[in-house]
């Protein structure tokens, strides 16, 4: 079973778009390490490390 998971942004219940403000805050560095995270979660990749 291949389960398909589509993320578009999620609004609260007062209409606000707090994982789209967060990551609008970041910086380019910590942006790319969340956008590369996020696609090899998509991908079925788990990589958990601890600095």
Do not use: C
Not at 21 to 32: G, M, T
């Amino acid at each position: 079973m291949i389960w398909m998971i589509e993320l578009r942004g999620y609004i609260d219940e007062n209409g606000n778009k707090r994982f789209a403000k967060w990551f609008a805050d970041l910086d380019a560095i910590a942006a790319a390490k969340v956008t590369l995270r996020f696609h090899g979660w998509r991908r079925g990749i788990s990589q958990t490390r601890k600095a």
